[in-house]
Nanobody, 124 residues
Framework: QVQLIESGGGLVQAGGSLRLSCVSSRATFSSHAMGWFRQAPGKEREFVAGIAGSGDSTTYEDFVKGRFTISRDNAKNTVYLQMNSLKPEDTAIYYC?????????????????WGQGTQVTVSL
């Protein structure tokens, strides 16, 4: 069983920054893409960003392009989400997910392991 442990969430003012981290217990971490998803109250879970196992390819949902950056350190089995210029509409629980595949996709069905989530709250 693979465990994903997120950290780094919290309360921040609009325009501020947060950095989320997710540590994976998967032995073959570098062979699998990783993704970040989020779910706001009353809304469906949505894709935020993904990164290939090698780290040389990334993909973003349009609403975070230019503000969020996904990265990974395969030596530490860790994936990061740097969030800048945060907006109140970014408020959500953010989930780290591990893909079945090497290449990141935007479909939650392609991810077979999920973290417990970390709350991000952006105030005006």
């Amino acid at each position: 069983q693979v465990q994903l442990i997120e950290s780094g969430g919290g309360l921040v003012q609009a325009g501020g920054s947060l950095r989320l981290s997710c540590v994976s217990s998967r032995a073959t971490f570098s062979s699998h893409a990783m993704g970040w998803f989020r779910q706001a109250p009353g809304k469906e879970r949505e894709f935020v960003a993904g990164i290939a196992g090698s780290g040389d390819s990334t993909t973003y949902e349009d609403f975070v392009k230019g503000r969020f950056t996904i990265s990974r350190d395969n030596a530490k089995n860790t994936v990061y989400l740097q969030m800048n210029s945060l907006k109140p509409e970014d408020t959500a629980i953010y989930y780290c997910a591990a893909s079945r595949y090497m290449w990141a996709t935007m479909t939650s069905w392609d991810y077979d392991y999920w973290g417990q989530g970390t709350q991000v709250t952006v105030s005006l």
